[in-house]
């Protein structure tokens, strides 16, 4: 099995999704892998003016102080495209993931839907192995810590 | 003569506050209205696309699904982009749109076409709908002429690279896409190294534009790095995305035409045509609707000999550097992919 040096996890800032970037923080901890954590800009966050990249990156820097990874092992990354796209592209260089981490479903999704679920569609399209985490796993999550 | 397809009944497409609404089409109209057209303007009758067309570009598996979240009530289909209970009879009729203007220039001869419809469609993929996009119109129509042994050029001046018809006919040698956009932006595709697949390279030509750039940057893009390929090219028939939010009042994007500059970059796309009745536009995205209405009105007019007033074209932006490169880029690609070929 290909040794895991760089995990990509998607983060749209919702509940599930930090729950996904908790879980790859972990991971990282035990595998001694850099994380990159992937925000999607659609069209609609950029037509609301929304700038999130401050809020992002406290958010991910308290992440890292609870999974007990150092800073410079997690990095934020910022691209444009739809989630799915976004994170296809962090198997590709430079990026040149090893593991794909998303959580269940994100802001966009609707529950127990096949269409709109970024999620199946990664597994669908992924090139490299993909973590799908459940919201229930936090618990899972801290016992692993 | 002007043919058209569309600018009705769309009503049932809406999500309150989503800048994809209805308004849109009947800015659209207005622009045409702006033209007094009189007997030149004749409107062909709505045309759901049916399954078998539809499937020539998107996989059955995805339209059960679209069909049936719809029927379902609809929803959010991404970050982006919605879908209500209308839709997808809606997104047929769209499909369906182009198809009925591609048959009318085909059976007349002569005129051009617009499809006035949405939602639009160049970012929904073989399996995915995306960016507002459900079912890629166009697509659709290239496919139609494709299977008619015609050999296709498709112009996107939408001002998000359209990667839903680049992936759909990547590695086909019978349709050319040739797009300008502004980039890094959304879908985060388009660069110019993408060239085409292994079976169809060089039918895929990417003009990246940076923020601020102007109309003079992208016909100097258009004229020296695309034109050489269309002639190689040779088509038959020219589609046309024409998305207008490159214009400098849209709030979706930070391109800088105006309404001038559209009239010029369709009167470039329909210089490729071989013959009359050859060339027809597909509405993609433009958001500020004023200047939705004027550049639908100067690019039609352009096309049609209307001497309506426009904005004058754009010239003095950034960009003149990423021609250059982006030209490079694409040969480098193009010998990297030739060896890798053979």
């Known amino acids: 099995m290909k040794p895991i040096h760089t995990i990509a996890v998607g983060f749209d800032g919702s509940e599930d999704a930090k729950t996904a970037v908790r879980w790859a923080l972990t991971l990282a901890t035990h595998c001694d892998a850099q994380v990159v954590v992937a925000h999607a800009v659609g ?67 609707h529950a127990g839907l096949l269409l709109g679920s970024t999620s199946l569609e990664l597994a669908e399209h992924s090139t490299i192995p993909l973590v799908i985490v459940p919201r229930a796993s936090t618990t899972e999550q801290s016992q692993m810590a | ?48 696309a049916s399954r078998s067309e539809l499937a020539r570009v998107h996989e059955s598996t995805y339209l059960d699904q679209l069909g049936a979240f719809c029927f379902e009530g609809g929803g959010d289909l991404d970050e982006d982009t919605y879908a209500t209970y209308d839709s997808w009879a809606l997104a047929q009729h769209a499909a369906g749109a182009g198809l009925a203007v591609v048959k ?17 469609g160049h970012h929904a993929l073989r399996d995915r709908a995306m960016g507002f996009c459900l079912l890629n119109n166009i697509a659709v129509a290239a496919a139609e002429l494709t299977s008619l042994g015609e050999r296709v050029l498709i112009i996107d001046w939408d001002v998000h690279h359209g990667n839903g018809t680049q992936a759909i006919f990547w590695n086909d040698p019978n349709v050319l896409y040739v797009s300008t956009h502004q980039w890094p932006l959304f879908p985060g595709s388009g660069a110019p190294y993408e060239v085409g697949g292994l079976e169809a390279l060089d039918t895929t030509v990417n003009l990246p534009m940076p923020p601020g750039a102007t109309g003079d940057v992208m016909r100097q893009a258009l004229e020296e790095t695309a034109a050489p ?25 930070d391109l800088a035409l105006s309404s001038g500059d559209f009239a010029r970059l369709a009167t470039f796309a329909a210089s490729f045509a071989p013959r009359p009745g050859r060339v027809a536009l597909f509405l993609e995205g433009g958001y500020d609707l004023a200047a939705l209405r004027a550049s639908v009105s100067a690019s039609l007019g352009a096309l049609l000999g209307s001497s309506a007033t426009t904005e004058d074209p754009t ?12 030209r490079d880029a694409r040969q480098a690609a193009l010998r990297i992919a030739h060896d890798t070929s053979h």
Request: a negative charge; glycine letters at 10%; one cysteine or more.
């Open chain 2, 1 to 48: 003569m002007l043919i058209i397809n569309g600018g009705t009944d769309d009503a049932g497409h809406e999500d309150p506050g989503h800048p994809e609404r209805p308004e849109r089409l009947a800015a659209v109209m207005k622009g045409i209205e702006d033209l007094q057209l009189g007997d030149d303007l004749l409107a062909v009758a709505p045309y759901a």
């Open chain 2, 315 to 326: 010239n003095g932006g950034p960009g003149a550097d990423t021609v250059r490169t982006t």
């Open chain 2, 229 to 253: 390929v269309i002639d190689h090219f040779k088509p038959t028939w020219v589609l046309v995305s024409a998305g207008f939010d490159a214009h400098r009042a849209d709030p979706m994007a």
């Open chain 1, 43 to 109: 069209l609609l966050e950029r037509f609301d003016a929304k700038n999130v990249a401050v809020e992002l990156e406290e958010s991910l820097l308290r992440l890292c102080d609870e999974s007990g990874l150092e800073h410079s092992r997690a990095q934020l990354e910022i691209e444009d495209g739809d989630a799915c796209s976004v994170m296809l592209r962090m198997a590709d260089p430079p990026i040149s993931a090893d593991l794909l981490v998303v959580g269940t479903r994100g802001q966009g999704a």
């Open chain 2, 104 to 120: 009318e220039l085909r059976i007349r001869g002569e005129g051009t076409g617009f499809v006035a419809v949405r939602p639009p």
